[in-house]
């Protein structure tokens, strides 16, 4: 199996298959169900039953939400739970 490459892994804001939230709030691929507050170097997954998980370095929080929801109809309710849970720490 291929890597991906550089230049197409920076651009998307991935490491290790994890989505990298990236400076100046912009959104890479995979962390728009991050919610806006999730601050940039944190990173995680997001799948298409409705779950997110990811985790910031600098604070040490970890959050991780499992729902029956299904995209993109659960997609609002996690970005309100991480943003909920950004703006608490």
Do not use: Y
Request: with cysteine; net charge positive; hydrophobic share 45%.
């Amino acid at each position: 199996m291929a890597a991906l490459p550089t230049a197409k892994r920076l651009e998307q804001g991935r490491g290790l298959g994890w989505a990298i939230r990236r400076e100046g709030g912009v959104v890479s691929v995979g962390t728009g169900n991050f919610g806006s507050l999730v601050p940039a170097g944190a990173f995680g997954h997001s799948g298409a039953t409705g779950a997110v998980a990811w985790a910031d370095p600098e604070t040490g929080t970890v959050f991780i939400l499992l729902t029956s929801g299904r995209m993109p109809a659960a997609r609002d309710i996690l970005r309100r739970c991480c943003n909920a849970i950004a703006s608490a720490i």
